[in-house]
């Protein structure tokens, strides 16, 4: 059967992409987390992409660690330590992806009522993101995110079909046998 986590990770090598191996080892915590807070996995996907290229090492200059970027002084309220954590911590590839899918969630269930771009907004720019002034920084990032997760779903296609013909495939063979 293919799961979820298997089709990110299949999708992420067929792509050549920089740190595929990052998202193959991360992908059962991606599913996890898009299940859990009701997240497409390629926003997950598509979010460490632009924030770090998937580099678990990744630091900005304004302190934003991991593969998803999450400053550490507002990491409190979405991590599960009852403080903030710290960049080292951030950079564990698990908890940046924990965390960082935790803020998302918040960002487009809570603050932007499902509207993505605002949601995207918010989660690079903060609350700057609403209203008649919106921040152009973070809708230029909001409109990259969407892009590149319009790209990597429309590769996750093309790897589930392509399993599901080589499984056919696989059965008609079978099949001639018997």
């Known amino acids: 059967m293919l799961t979820t ?3 990110i990770c299949l999708t992420a090598l067929s792509m050549d992409m920089r740190n595929a191996d990052v998202i193959c080892e991360n992908a059962p915590i991606i ?5 859990k807070y009701d ?10 992409r632009i924030e770090s290229a998937w580099t678990p090492t990744a630091r900005s200059g304004s302190n934003a660690c991991g ?8 990491s409190k309220k979405f991590a599960d330590k009852g403080r903030n ?12 992806i924990r965390v960082g899918t935790k803020i998302l969630s918040f960002w487009l269930h809570k603050y932007a009522k499902g509207r993505e771009t605002i949601a ?13 002034n919106k921040n152009k920084q973070g809708l230029k990032y ?6 590149y997760r319009k790209y990597f779903k ?8 392509n399993y599901k013909n080589k499984m056919f495939f696989n059965y008609l063979t079978l099949l001639a046998k018997i």
């Open 5 to 7: 986590s298997v089709l």
């Open 31 to 35: 599913q996890e987390m898009s299940e």
């Open 39 to 48: 997240l497409d996995p390629s926003l997950i996907i598509a979010v460490g």
């Open 67 to 74: 593969v998803m970027q999450v400053l550490p002084k507002y």
């Open 85 to 96: 954590l710290t960049c080292d911590e951030l950079k564990h590839p698990e908890t940046g």
């Open 120 to 132: 995207l907004c918010g989660y690079n720019a903060g609350f700057r993101c609403k209203g008649e």
């Open 142 to 147: 909001a409109k990259a995110v969407l892009k």
């Open 154 to 161: 429309k590769k996750m296609r093309i790897q589930e079909r």
